[in-house]
Structure formats: C-alpha cells, structure tokens
C-alpha cells in the first residue's frame, strides 16, 4: 500500500472532508451545483496557493482522467509512515470511522453478523499467497452515485493488495456482448477512441496545441497523448491531415453541452432534436422514464430505426399506451419513421471486447435475408452518398466530411465493406508505404502513422495476422486466444503482482518479475511496464513521460504512478466515495440529514419527470429493476422469437410473502405499480427470495421488476422503465434504476384513459 | 459400443434454461404456448411432447451449504435441468406394440415416429412421466438423446449449450464415478445433503441420466423407487390364468352338474 497507493500522499490543508463540511467536500458551489475540485490536488498547498483550475467544461467521466490534466496534481510531500494527520491514509481513516458494521445494520439492513462473515471472508483473500476479485453488475452502476460504489470497491482492493495480481481486481459484468468495445471505440458523445477526450465548444479546445496542452500529462503514459490523437486525425482525415491545419482537428464535432442518452431526449421533448438514427436500441422501452422518451419520439421530424424487426421505438406513434390513452394521437404526430432491416450477428463479420478487454473476432456464417444489411455496410454506403452530396457543395462545413478517409474495398453481392480493412486502420500504419504498426509504440506525433485507436494498436501487426482472430489458447491466460487491449496484456497493471524490488509477492501468485541477470522484467504475462526499466530506478529531475515515474510506480497510467485511493482528479462528485441515499429514498442519510443524496447528481426534474420525496407516504416500497437470463434487455430480440417467449411470457414483479399479505396480493395475481412518473400493471410472483429490510427501524418493503416487455411481439406487457425517473450521475449521466420509490396496489390498472385518472388520483393523495 | 449417458448436476446449475432452448432449437420442436405459471421462474412446467428438457426451479427453506449457517432464516433457490432417463430397463420400450421404441447402439431408448401408432401405452409405463403424446400429430415424442448428433460425433445440444457444464456428456461408467467425486467434494465443503440419483436398486436397473442433487430426490419429482409397470405381469397373468381356469372349471361343473 505504501508503494503502490497514493496512501502516503499529504494533503493540502484546504482540502476538506465530508466529515467537516456536513456531507459535502471542499469546492461545492451550491448555486451550480457542482464542484471546483481544486483542493483536492495533492499540491495545492506546497506550491504556496491553490492551483488555478483549468475548467476544461462540461465533465466527462469517460476519458483519460476526467475533464482536466493530472497535470494541475502538482508537487507534494509523503509520509511513508502514514502516521501525518493530513496523509490521505489518515483522512480515509477519518472518513470512514461512522461506517461502522451498526451502521450498515441500521441502515442498510444487512444483520451485523452477516456483514462481518463477508467482511472477514473477503479480507482473508489478501496478502503475497492469495488475492480476492470483486465482480459487479448493472445493480452497482445505475445509481445516482454508480461510479463512487465502484470507485469503493476499488479502494477496499487497493487496501488488500488485489490489483495488478492473478485472481484479484474489479470486474465489471457486462449486460451486452461488446460494452467494453462500445466505450473503447465509443459510442458516447464525450470521447474519442481509446478513451481521449472529446473537445469542448470554446473550452481549450479552439487549436491542437491548446487542447493537447490540456489533457496530455508531463509525467506517465499520458505523455504520449499528442502521438494518439494525431494519429488518430491522419486515421480520420487522410491526406487531407496537414500540419498547417492542426491535422483537420477543428473538423472535429464539439461537445456543445449534455448530449448523454438522458441529455438529448430532454431536448427531443423540448422540440431541439430534428432527426434521430436508432441502431440496437430500443428506447421506448429501454429508456428510462420511457413514457417521457416515447413522447419525444413525437416531436422529431424524422426517425431512422434500423433492427431486425418492427420493435416499440419504430411503432410508438400507432400503438404506444400514450396513443391509447389519448395523450398522443397519430393524426397529429409529425415524426417521419424510417425502418430499416439490420443483419444479426451471425450475418456479419466483426468483433466483440469482453469486459476482460479481449478483442475476439466473428465471422459471418449466413448472409442476411432480403434487405437486411449490416451496420458497416450501412454507415459506408450513407457515408458515401453523404460525400457524394459534399462534393456538389463545396461550403467549408462539407471540408471535413469530404477531407474523410473513406476507401474501404468492397465484396460480395452485397458491396459490403471488408471489415478487417476497418480493423487495420484501427491497428494503425505508418501512412507512407501504409505498413500495419505493431503496436502504440510505434505511433508518433508528426503525421507518419495513422492510428484508429491507439489501445487497440498490434491487433493487427501484418497482413493476414488478425490478431483478434486467435483461436489457439497456449496457457492458463489465454494467450494465443484473441487480442487483450493493451498489447495483449492480460492482467491490467501487472508490475504490482511484484515486489518494490522485482521478486513476485509468492510463487504461488507470481505473473510478471524483474530479470536480473538479463535486466528485463519477464513472466507468464506481458508485463505492463517498460520491459528494461529496473526496479530500482529513479527518474531524474525534470523527467517526463514514463521515464519521470520511478521503477516500483505500477500504475503507469497515472502521473504519479500510484492507485489512488483518494482521488486527486476525474470525479465531479468528489475524491472520496460517500454515504448518500438514492435520489429517491425510504429514509433520510443517516450520516448527512443536509445532503440527502448525491448533491451533483442531475434530477432534471420537470413534469414529465417528478419525484417523491424521501420518504413519501405515498410511495413506501423500494424497487429495482433489472433483466432476465430468457430475455434480452428491451426484449426485442427475445420477445419475438417463440422459444424465448415462451420462457417469460409476462411482465411480472417479484414481492415478498410480507407485502403480500399486507397489500392482500395473491401469488399469480395483478398488481398495480405506481411512482410518479407512471403506471403499470404485472404479475405478482410472491417469493421468500425477496424480503423486507429493517431500516431505521421500519420495515421496509422492496420490489423486483424485470423491464423485458412492451406493447408489440409474441409476449406483451407493460414496461418497467415507464416507472423509472430520467436522472444523471454526474459522472458518466447513468440513471438511477435501483432503489426508487413506488407503491403496489392489488388488481389490474384501469384502461385507457382512465389508468391516468387512477394514477393521478394516486399522486393527489396526502 | 459405450453407453451413452448424461449426468446433470444441480449444484452448479444457473438456471438459464440454455438446454431447453438448445434442444428446441435443433430438434425443431414447437413452443408450448405462452402461459406464465407463478411457480418461480418456471414457466415450462414438466417435459412433455414439446419439451425434452426442463429446468425446474425450487425454492426451499433449506441452508444452502454451509453459506452463513445460524445467521439468517435458511433458504435456498435450487435449479435442476430433467430429461428422459433413458432406462436400463425401459417402461415405454417395453410396453410399446408395433416397435416404435428401440434402443439404439449408444443404448439410448428412442422413439421412431414413423413407425408409432399413437396408441400411449408407453406414455403411462414410463415411471418418470417423460414420454407424452403430441395430439395434433398423434404420435409419443421425447429426448432422442440427439442421436442424430451422437451419429456424427457430436454431444447432444443440451450438453453443448449449457454454460457452466452442469450438463455433462458421456461414457455411463464414467460419469458414474465423476458423480460420486462430484458428491464427495460437496460433502467435503459442507454440502452434507449432496446425493447421487441414479436407481440401480429399482427395476429400472439404473438410468442412462444420472443426477447429483441437494436433499431429498421427491423435491425434485423424482421417485425414490420407480418401477417399470411390466414386473407386474408375472402376477398380472398368472392371476388372469387362475381365473380363467376357475371359469372354465364352473362352465364344465354346470354342465357335469
């Protein structure tokens, strides 16, 4: 811990804790209601005054470190006893001491003694002969405070050891096939590949050299973060990438605001969103608070919906419960829907990244029938026209688009672009002869590599060698099974599985060491370190990049080269995770009655998107949704197909035998579900599996709500999500779909219009 | 040839029901209608003509093991996926008339279509329930232990698709001892009520799928002691004779008398 953690680190005086300030750390600006995390750099104080903050806008959780340099960390002093009172040790200490396991019974109604038979058990996995691996779920992250659960998790692992090591870690279980490969190569509005950050409007963003300036680090692996970008932009624009044009960097989009999932439906609703392409998603059941989101859908003027089949989001404006209800009326809806048949999976070559990082590519066993096509073929051939158009158009907005690399070869009947091409541009090559690099270090800031995501680098080192496409696992990690971003590095940070001084912690445990005698660290694994950097090597002054971090900082990643336990950078809500209760909660925070919950959480509260108070009479039950092994998320893919159906064939809740008899619900019965965002119907399946929790003193009851079913397909139901609030975490603008407020009533909704009359005569009650 | 054979283990069934899934899928057998029963998660409710196999879900205020004994109320959610148990001596087989139910080489008990005559002998002689009769087609159907896939060197499709190898496929005599391993390793780490199912003892004279199960086989809808309905025919018949006889002794005494 002393080597590898930021445990040493003193603090400034200016940081100041929950514990001292009532439930909110130092920095909170409570008219904006978000925080200048200055005082929480490690070297506020040393340098004789705070460190002028480098606002770099809106906050990403997504990229490198959050919004800003690590770079702003400064100086700063060690105790390597721990003992200084201003030692994040010591201030993690102090900040935790009222999370007591009396707490935990009193307020989480976990009994004592079962909280300490985990607590024991999982620290006994720790030390040089034994780790412990924490796996977590959707019930971690969609929360009002999902990345902070995590970052605790992280914490305790960093306290026991387990990072860096075989069978330790923080695993994230993920609800899609390819998640991990859809933050990598992003789907989300705020990074670019390989996790950099996405320019901000105004914001250090106007140049390369301003924005590079911004996020790259003078210390650590971050140093090399111009080499990645301009790659990056030669892999984008081509020739058309010239030094004297910032390589087409201001073709780049900005981030002009909140364009999250939950950020752009609140501007749909608001009638700023013209026109939305929906690809694999389903959000007039999958979206939170998915009533809100259908009436969005209302307002484009057009909507493309490419799928397998005619799913909820493409037919919302003929036969959603709001048209039903007559709150929407066909006739008046203005939305132009496109439906276009996608290709499956197994209609398509490509690649898919486990939560492991493993890159494992698929091959296309069938064509896809009639029209279907795939999602490559799709973008290359819009795209194509798309540049066609530019070409007749020559305004400057057209000069990126047409500057776009845009020359895959195209096969079959079906003129589908070949997707390994798409793989080597993201490997990267050298753009004179178009060699394929073998791997990041390779990339080089001036223009002569190309690069679509440098993490993804050596996947394809030659012609014919695509890496992802292994199928010859060699040894107990897997090499020679796929590709494991970065550099087939299967243990992330692996320099910690050994000692300061290069030996492993045991033999038992051991992955990568320090080869004296050839002066190389070596191992069953690609050690996630410069391969000759000795264990006792100290950077000199003024160093920078890899060679100012030290030869026992594992975490290379970091411009410090530590684990940081508290957070210097990168949380908008904090350094440290915090007790706070949901945005929605049976009771008030036990430890903050100011702050009840996550205080830079997003309610976006508004009509269409109210809450209940914490507590509300009126809403007394605790639920949660969350899937079913038959079903596939919003069920389009799963409700369609009989052998699926069949399996889960209603929208039910699960209740404990508790609530039942108290509510008078039978098992197999209908109940009502109500919150202040909607109303469903399901059946009650009353089960000992789920169980009423003593909280504060109360009973409070829970409520389990699978979210599979909508208004077409073999099996039909309501949907869960029409329950659900629209909120944002601060951090990556997840919502909170786990611990919000509802109630249950015995029998079925009313029809039509009257189940808003049922519903509101529900919220008008004291 | 080897005897073919499945052993399904309870313990580290998920419930995920990928084996029910894998054998519709490839024995293209229809869905069963969309009806959802309340009973847990299962909403297949027993093997039928539609359904070779079944996952059955079991809530039990049972301790799981040796998890957090003396802490909380105990309680246990246990999964187990049924097939045919393919007899050493078939009930079904052996009732069927016209020979539409044979073992075959792997000595799996399999039923030709072709050749069935609907009659449902074999449906009540089968002491596990298994074998049903689709009436729309008019013929018996059940698990054909994928004998088309055994024939081409393949395992059958629901011990290929199941995900945490609860479904294991392959030699009797082998999976026999793996499952005696399995239980005493269960033991071992406190799962004092891991049993194998497999009735040698009855006059089924052992199954060719064999179960490692938690607590008691009844839980589980299995009988104790199943029998095949034909070891009454011995009394059966001998008991037909003696009346007949009698008649015939009463028939001749009337006219003698």
């Known amino acids: 811990m002393t080597h590898y953690t930021n445990a040493s680190i003193i603090l400034p005086e200016e940081f100041k804790d929950t514990e001292d300030l009532g439930g909110v750390f130092s920095g909170w600006d409570a008219k904006d209601r978000r925080y200048d995390g200055s005082s929480w750099l490690y070297g506020a104080c040393v340098q004789g005054g705070r460190v002028a903050p480098r606002d770099a806008g809106p906050h990403s959780g997504h990229c490198k470190d959050g919004a800003g340099a690590a770079a702003d960390l400064g100086e700063c002093e060690c105790d390597p006893t721990l003992s200084h009172p201003r030692c994040v040790y010591q201030v993690v200490k102090r900040h935790y001491a009222r999370y007591t396991p009396e707490l935990v019974e009193r307020f989480c109604g976990v009994p004592r003694e079962r909280f300490l038979k985990i607590a024991e058990t999982f620290c006994s996995a720790s030390g040089p002969e034994k780790t412990g691996a924490i796996c977590y779920a959707l019930g971690w992250t969609q929360q009002s405070k999902g990345p902070q659960i995590i970052r605790a998790a992280a914490i305790l692992q960093m306290l026991l050891g387990n990072i860096g090591r075989p069978g330790g870690g923080i695993l994230a279980l993920r609800g899609h096939a390819s998640i991990q490969g859809s933050t990598d190569i992003p789907t989300l509005y705020d990074i670019l590949p390989g996790y950099l950050p996405m320019p901000n409007l105004g914001l250090n963003s106007h140049n390369l050299a301003d924005y590079v300036a911004t996020y790259r680090d003078p210390t650590g692996w971050w140093w090399n973060f111009d080499k990645y970008i301009v790659s990056l932009l030669k892999a984008y624009y081509g020739e058309g990438a010239k030094k004297e044009n910032d390589w087409g960097f201001n073709w780049l989009p900005r981030v002009t605001g909140d364009h999250s999932h939950q950020g752009y439906f609140l501007e749909m609703l608001d009638d700023k969103v013209e026109g939305l392409f929906v690809m694999g998603q389903n959000p007039a059941v999958a979206g939170p608070n998915s009533r809100l989101e259908r009436k969005a859908l209302s307002k484009l003027k057009w909507l493309v919906v490419r799928d397998l089949v005619e799913l909820e989001t493409a037919s919302f404006w003929y036969d959603s419960p709001e048209v039903e209800r007559g709150e929407l009326r066909p006739e008046e809806i203005a939305t132009e829907v496109f439906l276009l048949p996608a290709a499956g999976h197994a209609e398509k070559d490509g690649c898919f990244t486990n939560t492991q990082r493993l890159l494992q590519w698929h091959q296309k066993a069938v064509d896809p029938p009639g029209d279907a096509r795939n999602e490559t073929w799709f973008m290359y051939h819009l795209g194509r026209r798309l540049k066609e158009k530019a070409k007749q158009d020559p305004r400057p907005r057209n000069a990126g688009l047409s500057a776009l690399t845009w020359d895959y070869s195209l096969e079959g009947t079906m003129q589908e672009p070949k997707v390994e091409e798409v793989l080597q541009e993201i490997n990267g090559y050298a753009v004179a002869d178009h060699t394929l690099v073998s791997g990041f270090n390779e990339l080089k800031a001036d223009g002569s590599t190309a690069c679509g995501c440098w993490i993804y680098s050596g996947v394809f080192p030659r012609p014919g060698e695509n890496r992802a496409n292994q199928r010859n696992s060699q040894d107990l990690w897997g090499h020679g099974w796929g590709f494991a971003w970065p550099a087939d590095r299967r243990i992330l940070y692996n320099r910690a599985s050994a000692r300061p001084d290069g030996r492993p912690w045991s033999e038992r445990k051991k992955l990568v060491w320090w080869n004296e005698q050839n002066k190389e660290w070596t191992g069953l694994d690609v050690p996630d370190f410069t391969r000759t950097k000795a264990p006792n090597y100290q950077p000199p002054k003024h160093a920078q990049g890899d060679e100012a971090l030290a030869g026992d900082k594992p975490f290379i990643l970091h411009p410090d080269g530590t684990a940081w336990i508290f957070a210097p950078k990168g949380l908008a809500d904090g350094p440290l995770p915090t007790h706070y209760e949901g945005l929605e909660a049976p009771v008030s925070n036990p430890l903050y009655p100011d702050q009840p919950s996550n205080p830079a959480a997003m309610r976006d509260e508004r009509p269409e998107n109210r809450y209940a108070s914490s507590p509300d009479e009126r809403f007394p039950c605790v639920m949660s949704t969350y899937r079913l092994t038959e079903h596939h998320t919003s069920g389009a893919m799963s409700r369609m197909l009989p052998h699926l159906a069949e399996l889960q064939p209603e929208f039910f809740c699960e209740i404990s035998p508790e609530l039942a008899s108290e509510r008078g619900i039978e098992n197999g019965g209908w109940v009502t579900l109500m919150t202040p965002r909607g109303i469903v119907e399901a059946r009650a399946l009353v089960t000992r599996r789920m169980r009423p929790l003593l909280i504060n003193g109360k009973m409070v009851h829970q409520v389990g709500v699978p979210y599979h079913w909508g208004y077409r397909g073999l099996v039909k139901g309501d949907s869960a999500n029409d329950l659900v609030a629209l909120s944002e975490e601060p951090n990556v603008r997840i919502m909170e779909a786990k611990g919000i407020l509802c109630d249950v009533a015995p029998g079925r909704r009313a029809r039509g219009k009257a189940a808003l009359d049922q519903w509101n005569a529900h919220l008008r009650r004291k | ?257």
């Open chain 2, 1 to 257: 040839m080897p005897i073919s054979a499945f052993l399904t283990d309870a313990s580290v069934c998920i419930g995920c029901k990928a084996c029910e899934v894998a054998c519709k899928e490839w024995n293209h057998i229809p869905d069963d209608g969309f009806e959802w029963s309340g009973q847990s998660y299962d909403n297949t409710h027993a093997l039928g003509a539609s359904t070779w196999r079944h996952v059955l879900f079991l809530e039990e205020k049972q301790p799981m093991g040796p998890q957090l004994a003396g802490i909380e109320e105990p309680f246990r959610w246990q999964f187990l996926s049924d097939v045919c148990k393919h007899c050493e001596n078939a009930g079904c087989l052996e009732a069927c008339p016209t020979g539409a139910i044979i073992r075959t080489e792997v000595e799996s008990v399999y039923v030709q279509n072709d050749v069935c005559n609907g009659c449902g002998y074999c449906v009540v002689s089968c002491p596990f329930g298994v074998v049903d009769k689709n009436h729309e087609v008019g013929t018996a159907f059940k698990c054909t232990f994928c004998y088309d896939r055994q024939r081409d060197g393949l395992m059958p499709a629901c011990a290929k698709a199941c995900p945490t190898q609860s479904i294991r496929f392959g030699e009797l005599e082998e999976l026999r001892q793996e499952a005696q391993v399995r239980v005493k390793e269960l033991q071992d780490r406190g799962y004092n009520d891991a049993q194998i199912y497999d009735p040698t003892g009855s006059s089924v004279g052992g199954t060719h799928a064999i179960f490692v199960i938690l607590g008691q086989p009844e839980a589980y809808n299995f009988p104790p002691a199943p029998e095949v309905p034909t070891i009454h025919m011995k009394s059966a018949w001998s008991a037909a004779l003696v009346s007949a006889l009698v008649v015939v002794l009463v028939v001749c005494l009337a006219f003698v008398l």
